[in-house]
């Protein structure tokens, strides 16, 4: 291995201490067909997998990672040296971090319908011998959790010491203690809700329409006509974008700052703000490394997701259910999922008679400040919680 | 740990607690107390804290905490769905005490409710001839920075459960000098350093 940057006294960031290093995804291959909530099977399918420390002799230190909409296997560590971002959660993955390796045996995995070697809409059916395309069923939060089941019995895990997860990975994470309850210790759920409010059904609407409306979209067969809704599932990640962030935050990064043109007056020049620019990136990035498909039944997933719907839309019914202890976390400028949310889970634990731990960590970050590092208060309570956890 | 280990407020506050019990403790600080009640009394309780540090603390405890500030009121929980609701040297920092009493009892069957006396000798004393609002170990804050806001004494207190409709099953006194914890019996509004109340509704 050629060390870049070799003349640097530093280590390079896969080098450190805290860091999972280089890491290889796995892909997991499942013969036995699979059921699911919207009664489609799938007959086989593969799960790509990251996981980072080790299973120890008994098999309970093993904590399962559930990403949220855009997210996937690569929680931590880099790909390969040249790899300039690491996963997703790097910030909160590693050796002494939060969620420590040197303790735990951290499993992430891509889910079904993603299009980051998951089975989804992008892969081929074997049936028909062409990519799924909009013929990928619908899927729910619970055919998630089913198939990550499936996973932890192949990996020889029986229960999970925990199962974490923010935003849609929150939600998974909640699932499993209702759907599994023997096979979880501890459910930490950040930023996330037990259902979407009209509101984010509506941004979650506003984006899909911008992916349908695409004249490349071809009602989903895109892959075929070989071409992509580019500028549908840009507009798609401008809407999410916004709504991850916060007012505020946006202003202190962004501000009314230009990035060209002046306002001069008696110049007449186009102006544009930095903000604008910042989200075309953004958008345009998106456009070229995720599928619509997947952004058209990831936001369905969330959209349909209603934690209490089986259970008389009683959550404390609901909660009644599990066997896990609960760490619950909201962030204050998140309006996505606002605080508000976090402590109807709160209060439907507390009314279930189940152990939780709520906290509401102060962040200019919004719905994002869950994968943003370096927030002290944020760092603490997750790493004294995980570190509780017992994995003898 | 024993319940003779405990500070003697929370030996106090033990004893009042049934066994199996389900128990709120407001501004349960570290999570001490709600430990000591789970580890004596197997009981299954909740604490309520704003503090940062604090909370760290509750988890360290391995007892549940929720984040919330007091002050904004206890809707988030049912009526009479706690057998006990604790506040333990705190509702002389709230902004509304009253109204978080009647909270309290709307809550819980029983409340207990524990302060710094402010009718004790030394506050007297010194507020009498210094002038000044008193510091000590018991109240270690200057005027300007203490989150003690609405202090009281006993009088002050047993008034106010007379005015809410309020039914006193226990009073205690806890005085930590050999001479206080004499003298408690013969005057508590005087010597009681800390108050400790066991109400429900009448």
């Known amino acids: ?49 990251e996981t980072y420390g080790k299973l120890n002799e008994k098999a309970s230190n093993a904590i399962l ?23 997703w959660w790097d910030a909160y993955i590693g050796p002494g971090k939060p969620i420590d390796t040197n303790k735990f045996f951290v499993v992430a995995v891509n889910n079904i319908g993603g299009c980051s ?32 089941a ?25 699932r ?73 935050g946006m202003g202190k990064k962004f501000g009314r700052e230009l990035r060209s043109g002046t306002f001069e007056q008696g ?27 997947t952004y058209v039944l990831m936001t369905r997933a969330l959209d349909y997701f209603d934690l209490a719907r089986e259970y008389d839309d009683d959550p404390a019914k609901a909660f009644s259910h599990a066997q896990c202890k609960f760490l619950v976390v909201s962030f204050t400028s998140d309006w996505r999922f606002a605080p508000e949310r976090s402590r109807e889970i709160v209060n439907a634990l507390i009314k279930a008679d189940k152990d939780v731990v709520y906290a509401e960590i102060e962040s200019s970050y919004g719905h994002d400040a869950f994968l943003i590092p370096n927030q002290i208060r944020y760092w603490d309570l997750f790493s004294n919680y995980m570190q509780k956890i017992s994995v003898d | 740990m024993s319940d003779s280990n405990l500070r003697l407020d929370h030996q106090i506050i033990s004893q009042w607690v049934k066994p199996n019990s389900r128990v709120l403790d407001l501004g349960c600080g570290d999570g001490e107390l709600l430990k000591a009640l789970h580890q004596n009394k197997q009981a299954h309780g909740y604490g309520v804290e704003i503090n940062s540090e604090n909370i760290l603390r509750c988890i360290e405890n391995d007892v549940n905490v929720i984040e919330q500030d007091i002050d904004e009121g206890l809707s988030n929980f049912d009526d009479q ?97 050999s001479f206080g914890s004499f ?20």
Not at chain 1, 68 to 82: D, I, M, R
Request: hydrophobic letters at 40%; proline letters at 6%; one cysteine or more.
């Open chain 1, 1 to 49: 291995m050629t060390k870049p940057n070799a003349t640097n006294s530093s280590p390079p960031a896969y080098e450190s201490a805290s860091s999972v290093g280089i890491v290889t995804p796995e892909v997991v291959h499942f013969d036995e067909p699979i059921t699911l909530a919207n009664g489609r099977i799938l007959n086989e399918y593969q799960l790509v997998v």
């Open chain 1, 65 to 87: 990672i559930c990403h949220a909409l855009s997210g996937n296997h690569h929680a931590a560590g880099y790909h390969s040296p040249e790899d300039k971002r690491p996963g």
């Open chain 1, 117 to 148: 070697g998951s089975t989804g809409p992008t892969s081929i059916n074997p049936e028909t011998g062409k990519a799924w395309g909009a013929d990928f069923p619908n899927l729910r939060v619970r055919d998630w959790v089913h198939t990550q």
């Open chain 1, 150 to 174: 499936r996973l932890a019995d192949k990996l020889g895990i029986q229960t999970w010491a925990a199962v974490v997860g923010g935003s849609l990975g929150g939600m998974q994470a909640m």
């Open chain 1, 176 to 248: 499993w203690s209702l759907e599994y309850p023997d096979r979880v210790k501890h459910c930490v759920v950040i930023a996330a809700a037990m259902k979407l409010t009209a509101q984010n059904i509506a941004f979650n609407q506003t984006a899909r329409q911008a992916i349908l409306s695409d004249p490349n979209f071809f009602d989903g067969n895109y892959l075929e006509k070989d071409t992509i809704p580019a500028h549908g599932l840009s507009i798609a990640r401008m809407i999410g974008h916004i709504t991850y962030l916060s007012d505020d």
């Open chain 1, 267 to 293: 110049v007449e020049e186009p102006v544009e703000f930095q903000i604008e620019s910042y989200l075309r990136y953004q958008g345009s990035n998106f456009s070229k490394s995720f599928d619509a498909n």
């Open chain 2, 81 to 177: 769905s706690f057998d006990t609701v604790i506040m333990s040297q705190a509702i002389q920092t709230m902004m509304h005490p009253d109204r978080v009493l009647i909270d309290m009892l709307r809550v819980g069957q029983q409340c207990i409710v524990t302060f710094p006396n402010f009718g004790h000798w030394k506050a007297r004393w010194h507020l009498a001839f210094h002038g000044q609002m008193p510091i000590s170990d018991l109240l270690p804050y200057e005027w300007y920075n203490t989150p003690n806001i609405h202090f009281c004494t006993f009088k002050d207190f047993e008034h106010l459960c007379t005015a809410l409709d309020i039914q006193v099953l226990n009073r205690e006194v806890v005085a930590t000098k």
């Open chain 2, 183 to 202: 003298m408690q019996h013969i005057h508590p509004n005087l010597f009681g350093e800390t108050a400790l109340y066991r109400v429900c509704k009448k």
